[in-house]
């Protein structure tokens, strides 16, 4: 059973920064794709970043130019900035990782951002 932990979330100004970490039990070199989604309340889950296995990114557009995602191979895991936050950027982030057929979710970390 993979697992997937986030971090790093909290409460930041509009216009501010966070990173978001989020640590696998497995090499995060062994997923096909891992990605980050967020889920503000009475939305539906959506899409942030993605990145494949051979390193190809995918940003959702409310995030293009503010947002990177990227592996970190001393903490073996995929890390999200997130730069010039928005009140909208608010909700559970979760991390999500594509192994051997199965998709495993973190329990996520909130992002509270103000105005």
């Known amino acids: 059973q993979v697992q997937l932990v986030e971090s790093g979330g909290g409460l930041v100004q509009a216009g501010g920064s966070l990173r978001l970490s989020c640590a696998a039990s497995?090499?995060?070199?062994?997923?096909?794709?891992m990605g980050w989604y967020r889920q503000a309340p009475g939305n539906e889950r959506e899409l942030v970043a993605t990145m494949t296995a051979g390193g190809s990114t995918n940003y959702a557009n409310s995030v293009k130019g503010r947002a990177t995602i990227s592996k970190n191979r001393a903490k073996n895991s995929v890390d999200l900035q997130m730069n010039s936050l928005k009140p909208e950027d608010s909700g559970i982030y979760y991390c999500?990782?594509?192994?051997?057929?199965?998709?495993?979710w973190g329990q996520g970390t909130q992002v509270t951002v103000s105005s």
């Open positions: 999500s990782g594509a192994l051997g057929g199965s998709l495993s």
């Open positions: 497995t090499s995060i070199f062994s997923f096909k794709a």
